[in-house]
């Protein structure tokens, strides 16, 4: 959408919307996306002209009840991986209670998606990536030094 000049606040609002129904019909059955961006989203409209989005690209989605293999930093794009992901390895988790390792729980990988999607509105409402331009395959990125975001741009418009 981007690409073809402005976006409107309505635009912004309608796809919003059909991405984040999408992630929740994909998490009432137990599928986790782990690489929400805006490549990952296509957009378009009907014969009849009603605006239509699709959540593509299952590549590295995973289901509940089955294991990763790698640690979860492996999956997801760099630039929309959430904080948890990138400052430990997150693929197990430790219950202080018991002191037992279990694989990462669905809920966090479901927060994950989230976190990704709130990164790709922010690219879809302002045009900039939220930390920066993304490397290739097998790089990481840093999170701003002043540890907030780059800029702050006004987005009332959105909500009117």
């Keep these: 959408m981007r690409e073809n000049g402005d976006v409107s606040p309505k635009d912004v609002r309608w796809h919003a919307r059909e991405t984040l129904k999408a992630l929740q019909h994909c998490h009432a059955h137990g599928v986790v996306h782990r690489d929400v961006k805006g490549g990952n989203v296509l957009v378009g409209s009907t014969k009849n002209g009603t605006p239509k989005t699709t959540l593509i690209d299952f ?19 760099p630039g929309y991986q ?8 997150t693929s197990s988790q430790t219950n202080v209670k018991s002191g037992l390792t279990t694989p990462m729980d669905f809920e966090t990988y479901q927060k994950v998606d989230v976190f990704a999607f709130g990164c790709t509105q922010f690219f879809l409402c ?7 331009p993304t490397g290739g395959a097998g790089t990481c990125w840093g999170f701003p030094k002043s540890g907030g975001i780059l800029w702050r741009p006004d987005y009332s418009s959105l909500f009117t």
Excluded at 59 to 77: F, I, N
């Design 126 to 132: 302002v045009g900039k990536e939220l930390f920066g």
């Design 59 to 77: 590549g590295v989605a995973r289901h509940v009840q089955l294991t990763d293999k790698d640690k979860a930093s492996a999956y997801g794009t």
């Design 82 to 89: 959430a904080p948890e992901l990138l400052m430990s390895d």
